[in-house]
């Protein structure tokens, strides 16, 4: 199958599919899909309805999703570097987070403003990410590597930081009530108090 030629599909499996890039998807609805080993590089998904579909193993890298629209929507061991979240279709009513990333890499992606509760980014690459403005309450990042997150005006209660690593979040400019952090990680959270700690290494030359 080099295309999708029909409308709806449902309780459909999608294996090792191959989409060139900047092709166009439009006005499809997926329900209870699942998406193996399938390489949608820099496709665009104009308008796309998926709903409890899980992606394992694919390169969605560079795609584009405007006007589409998730709900419990799983991504596993995939590649998702590069895309603008903010482009989605959300709902006005927002329960809980329509995404949820495990063991992938999603660098270089935005959620800019975004309400996000719940979200969940497990054991994953997120280099460079933004999450500046976004509500990001009771969110997971479990595992994951932060190196170089926007994290501003960022709304981070309870979220869970247990193992991740590679932070930078300035206390003074996000709110981090009863979020969990690990040892020795979480030293990182007083880099914006502009303190001396005796006995931890500093990069100041002397």
């Known amino acids: 199958m080099s295309e999708f030629n029909l409308k709806n599909y449902t309780n459909e499996v999608f294996m090792q599919m191959m989409l060139e890039e900047a092709q166009q998807i439009e006005n499809i609805e997926f329900q ?13 998904f104009r308008k796309v309805k998926f709903v409890d579909c899980d ?8 795609s584009k999703f405007p006007g589409c629209k998730f709900s419990e929507v799983s991504f596993k061991d995939s590649k998702l570097a590069g895309i603008n979240w903010t482009e989605i279709s959300w709902p006005q009513i927002k329960l ?4 949820y990333f495990y063991n992938r890499n999603i660098s270089h992606s935005s959620f800019y403003g975004l309400e996000l509760t719940d979200l969940i980014i497990d054991d994953c690459k997120a280099h460079d990410v933004d999450f500046r403005e976004a509500n990001l309450t009771h969110a997971s990042f479990i595992g994951s590597d932060l190196q ?9 209660n309870h979220a869970n930081f247990t193992n991740a690593i590679n932070y930078t979040i300035d206390i003074h400019f996000n709110t981090i009530k009863k979020a969990i952090f690990s040892y020795p990680e979480v030293i990182a959270l007083l880099n914006s108090l502009d303190i001396n700690i005796n006995g931890w290494p500093t990069n100041e030359t002397t």
């Not at 209870?32 to 665009?44: A, D, E, L, S």
């Not at 992606?55 to 560079?62: G, H, R």
């Not at 997150?149 to 709304?155: D, K, P, R, S």
């Open 148 to 156: 170089n997150n926007l994290f501003m005006h960022t709304n981070l």
């Open 32 to 44: 209870n899909c699942q998406f193996k080993q399938c390489k949608f590089t820099g496709v665009i």
């Open 55 to 62: 992606f394992e193993s694919c390169d969605l890298s560079l």
């Open 96 to 99: 809980a987070s329509p995404l």
